[in-house]
């Protein structure tokens, strides 16, 4: 079974600046992958970064960089250069390797980016 | 490309009743998901198909849920003789098939349930 703890349910930043949201795992899978979702008050869910379990490097795509510590079980996600339309609930989520690709999401942590 | 649909987009039903919502995949995705979200959680796995194949259902799936997925296209899920729990967001997702590396699952808008 896979476990997925966001600890921060509501994080704050100013417009232009970097934010890390935490993301803590458990699993006993050895091959998993780790996704971040973006989910704007209009409910759609956005993917944003996924990080693969034995990808050496950390992930990027654009903006967001995914900061993976597997010995800690730890997948952040750092947005950089905030903006307003960032302001939305962001979920960080795993998919194992003995399930049929459905992903376990965490509780969600509530950005709002301030001008 | 036109993305994940579902319909309808909002739901008021009374207690007891029985109601059906849609979900048409990205054409080509072969794997389509449903989850529940309820208010401030994130979204629970309910059920997979893949194909037309029912592979996997989660144990949060009552007798009262069923879902169908006929010819591998759309998918509908109902719920019969609903309750006040059943209240919540019903996301749908479809993801490519095996051979990308990610094969992210992309999610429909959903459908938000009112039951009064």
């Known amino acids: 079974a896979q476990k997925i703890t966001q600890t921060q349910p509501g994080m704050f930043v100013q417009e232009k600046e970097a934010v890390t949201l935490d993301c803590t795992y458990d699993?006993?899978?050895?091959?998993?992958?780790l996704f971040w979702y973006k989910q704007p008050s209009s409910g759609e869910m956005i993917f944003l970064i996924y990080?693969?379990?034995?990808?050496?490097q950390n992930a990027t795509e654009g903006r967001y960089s995914l900061n993976f510590q597997k010995a800690r079980k730890s997948a952040n996600l750092v947005i950089s250069a905030s903006q307003l339309g960032d302001s939305a609930m962001y979920f960080c989520?795993?998919?194992?390797?003995?399930?049929?690709?459905?992903?376990?999401f965490g509780q969600g942590t509530i950005l709002t980016v301030h001008p | 490309d036109t993305g994940v649909s579902q319909d309808p987009r909002h739901k008021i039903t009374k207690r007891g009743q029985n109601v059906t919502f849609r979900c048409d995949p990205i054409?080509?995705?072969?794997?389509l998901y449903w989850y529940r979200q309820t208010l401030g959680q994130g979204p629970e796995f309910l059920t997979y198909f893949q194909n037309e194949a029912q592979l996997e259902k989660s144990r949060l799936l009552s007798d009262r849920f069923s879902a169908e997925r006929p010819k591998g296209s759309f998918s509908t899920l109902e719920i019969q003789r609903t309750e006040q729990g059943d209240s919540a967001m019903y996301l749908c997702a479809s993801s490519s098939p095996p051979g990308r590396v990610t094969y992210e699952q992309y999610f429909g808008p959903g459908t938000r349930l009112t039951v009064t």
């Open positions: 699993t006993s899978d050895q091959s998993y992958g």
């Open positions: 054409s080509e995705h072969n794997r």
């Open positions: 990080q693969g379990s034995y990808d050496e």
């Open positions: 989520a795993m998919r194992g390797s003995t399930s049929y690709g459905k992903l376990t």
